[in-house]
């Protein structure tokens, strides 16, 4: 049989595309703001992960495009050989630092991040424990990895539990989850998690790609809003989202780290991150230090914005444990309606973003919102409306 056979039989884009509701794929014309120009008109933007708005900022550009004067546009190589430059070293120094962990290295993205750390720390005989909401690269670093998968409920610290019993006491484990989930915007609950590890001689990791900016002191991420800091074993994260880049990395105990750098092979034979990506992570991370203020500032139009769909008669997915993240999803339930809102949402000049299956369960369609500390209140008061307009008459 042709393994092409597939591909020619799969019709489930064109299908929609006939239909003229096709979400996916419209290009953006302009810099990546608070509104931008997409395929010829204006849009809210309530749909990117540019939570502190620091794409356009002017001393954060600045930064990449004074490393392409300097280091040139690529290394043309891989960390491990001839692709680390001071900067990528300044940066993992830096963050280090600002996570007040013992070092760092970094990634070319954020997928690459879990798929190297995972599959490097989890061995053969080791086991691996989800939550089942995880983002998809820390299961694809659980596939690349020799060890055993088991996973839990969504944030179901009694299935967590009966997840660490099974692991025998000679073998090693690792309790990975999000710190924010980035289709539902919901959180981690880490001071339980932290407490079962504990308990049951298991490691610790936390993805906080959507909490790195936007909670904790300073913006420093999930942990750091209970005080975790100190015992949560690793932190992942991307330079895609706050800090305005791309990329991602890895911050532990000195040990560690320098296992996961001579190790993972998705770092060992990658090439390194750009000069200009690395630098902007640099600046923006720097930007994110000086002005402490910035997550409050996003913290506070979340809230905002929350009560402004509230007031509105829209039905949002409540964020759990009480944290107004910058994720709003408002359900649109079934998956036509869904397509449909969207597709209305865009004509009326705001960006947002389909969750469809398998990402939600049947019946459960979401529009996921995002915010940025760039936004204003009179700019979602906007976008609010516009979105109320459409789904005000939206049925189960």
Not at 5 to 14: I, P, R, S
Not at 257 to 285: E, G, K, Q
């Amino acid at each position: 049989m042709d393994i092409f056979k597939k591909c020619f039989e799969w019709t489930q884009a064109d299908e929609v595309k006939s239909a003229g509701l096709y979400p996916y794929f419209h290009h953006l014309e302009s810099r990546q703001d608070s509104e931008v120009v997409m395929e010829g008109k204006r849009r809210i933007m309530l749909g990117s992960n540019n939570y502190l708005g620091l794409t356009i900022c002017p001393e954060v550009m600045e930064a990449g495009i004074k490393a392409i004067e300097k280091y040139g546009t690529g290394c043309s190589g891989s960390r491990f050989l001839n692709g680390t430059l001071d900067l990528h070293l300044e940066l993992e120094a830096e963050l280090a630092g600002f996570l007040e962990k013992d070092d760092a290295i970094t990634f070319g993205t954020g997928f690459q991040s879990n798929a190297g750390i995972i599959s490097a720390l989890v061995g053969m005989h080791d086991y691996v424990i989800c939550d089942r909401e995880n983002h998809a690269s820390i299961y694809a670093g659980c596939q690349l990895s020799f060890g055993k998968m088991l996973r839990y409920r969504h944030n179901d610290m009694a299935e967590l539990e009966d997840c660490l019993k099974k692991v025998p006491e000679d073998r090693g484990a690792l309790v990975v989850t999000d710190g924010v989930f980035s289709m539902g915007g919901d959180v981690a609950n880490l001071p339980e998690i932290v407490r079962l590890a504990k308990k049951y001689g298991a490691r610790t990791m936390v993805d906080d790609a959507h909490g790195l900016g936007v909670m904790g002191r300073g913006g420093r991420g999930r942990a750091f809003h209970y005080g975790l800091e100190k015992d949560v074993d690793i932190y992942m994260g991307t330079f895609s989202k706050s800090l305005a880049s791309l990329g991602g990395y890895l911050a532990g105990e000195s040990k560690v780290v320098d296992f996961v750098r001579h190790t993972s092979r998705p770092f060992i034979f990658s090439a390194s991150m750009p000069p200009a990506n690395t630098a902007v992570a640099l600046a923006a991370l720097r930007h994110l230090e000086a002005h402490p203020e910035l997550p409050e500032r996003l913290r506070s139009l979340s809230s905002y914005a929350r009560e402004g769909f509230a007031a509105r008669g829209i039905r949002i997915r409540e964020s759990a444990m009480g944290y107004p993240t910058p994720i709003i999803p408002l359900y649109t339930y079934a998956v036509e309606a869904t397509l449909a809102a969207v597709k209305r949402v865009y004509e009326a000049g705001v960006y947002v973003n389909p969750v469809l299956p398998p990402a939600t369960p049947e019946g459960e369609c979401l529009l996921r919102t995002s915010y940025m500390a760039s936004h204003t209140e009179k700019l979602l008061d906007e976008a609010m409306d516009k979105i109320a307009g459409v789904l005000g008459g939206l049925e189960r």
